[in-house]
């Protein structure tokens, strides 16, 4: 079984920055690409940037401001978010790739952190 576990989110302001976290956990093989989503109430849920390898993708709505990387040995994928506004108020997921000691691949998510960018 594995598990992605994120962290980091809260109350900010405008302008202000947060850095969230997600490890993963459990019977893995390997972990292929990873990101970060986020979804507002009554929206679609949408990416905000993904990294495979070290080829890293962003939202035109992120670029610049947010800043996605990964630590392999720690199984874990961070999200640095400067320059936050109040639209990037969501609740943020992360995202895996994950093959398992038994080779299936699939994709995991974690439970969500709320991101909430507010005076």
């Known amino acids: 079984q594995v598990q992605l576990v994120e962290s980091g989110g809260g109350l900010v302001q405008p302008g202000g920055s947060l850095r969230l976290s997600c490890a993963a956990s459990g019977s893995i093989f390997s972990i292929n690409a990873m990101g970060w989503y986020r979804q507002a109430p009554g929206k679609q849920r949408e990416l905000v940037a993904t990294?495979?390898?070290?080829?890293?993708n962003y939202a035109d709505s992120v670029k610049g401001r947010f800043t996605i990387s990964r630590d392999n040995a720690k199984n874990t994928v961070y999200l640095q978010m400067n320059s936050l506004k109040p639209e990037d108020t969501n609740v943020y997921y992360c995202?895996?790739?994950?093959?398992?000691?038994?080779?299936?691949?699939?994709?995991?998510w974690g439970q969500g952190t709320q991101v909430t960018v507010s005076s």
């Open positions: 995202n895996a790739l994950i093959a398992t000691m038994n080779l299936q691949e699939r994709t995991y």
């Open positions: 990294i495979s390898g070290i080829t890293t």
